[in-house]
T-cell receptor
């Protein structure tokens, strides 16, 4: 019953460092997405994917990169971390082809110093 | 593009009292509507969803929500709150046959004894 698994749960980076946040799901869901959560702003969509090999930008994609080589995994890369990227990051997945809600991971709390 | 407004940033309610959280959406057609709850340090859990049909939707933990097209609203209610209902609540909307969620800024609920 793993669902959506995000690693790490916490991370502190220095400005300019790069990092990959991992997201894996074991439900064979085609659709996966990344959100960031900031106080007073709810969750905002960074990138999403409708299947292996297909990715697209969401509302706030700048400074982030994604790839989808398998159905299970959808990593989010910070290319050169900036303090403005301090946030809580959530990965979500859902099956396509039906009216299904998204399943969320427990989040990664990221601080950029 | 769709959007969501949650007018109340913070609500304090006494244990055993009723609770209503407001949600207004903006979307030209029939939306997909969701309420999620987030306990401190946790991910998002789906409370209930509306896709079509009966406008009064029942969810988990004794919550219900009513879709009112004329008012573009999807308010969440609970007749009698428990201390464990203290959390942050998010309303979200998706366009028809789309998987991208637009979230409101959230409402924090505090329950006093």
């Amino acid at each position: 019953n793993a669902g959506v698994t995000q690693t790490p749960k916490f991370q502190v980076l220095k400005t300019g460092q790069s990092m990959t946040l991992q997201c894996a799901q074991d439900m064979n869901h085609e659709y996966m997405s990344w959100y960031r959560q900031d106080p007073g702003m709810g969750l905002r969509l960074i990138h999403y994917s409708v299947g292996a090999g297909i990715t697209d930008q969401g509302e706030v994609p700048n400074g982030y990169n994604v790839s989808r080589s398998t159905t299970e995994d959808f990593p989010l890369r910070l290319l050169s971390a900036a303090p403005s990227q301090t946030s809580v990051y959530f990965c979500a997945s859902t099956p396509t082809g039906g009216n299904q809600p998204q399943h969320f991971g427990d989040g990664t709390r990221l601080s950029i110093l | 593009a769709q959007s969501v407004t949650q007018p109340d940033i913070h609500i304090t309610v006494s244990e055993g009292a009723s609770l209503e959280l407001r949600c207004n959406y903006s979307y030209g057609a029939t939306p997909y509507l969701f309420w999620y709850v987030q306990s401190p340090g946790q991910g998002l859990q789906l409370l209930l969803k509306y896709f079509s049909g009966d406008t009064l939707v029942q969810g988990i933990k004794g919550f219900e929500a009513e879709f009112k097209r004329s008012q573009s609203s999807f308010n969440l209610r609970k007749p009698s709150v428990h201390w464990s209902d203290a959390a942050e609540y998010f309303c979200a909307v998706a366009a028809y046959d789309d998987y991208k969620l637009s979230f409101g800024a959230g409402t924090t609920v505090t329950v006093r004894a």
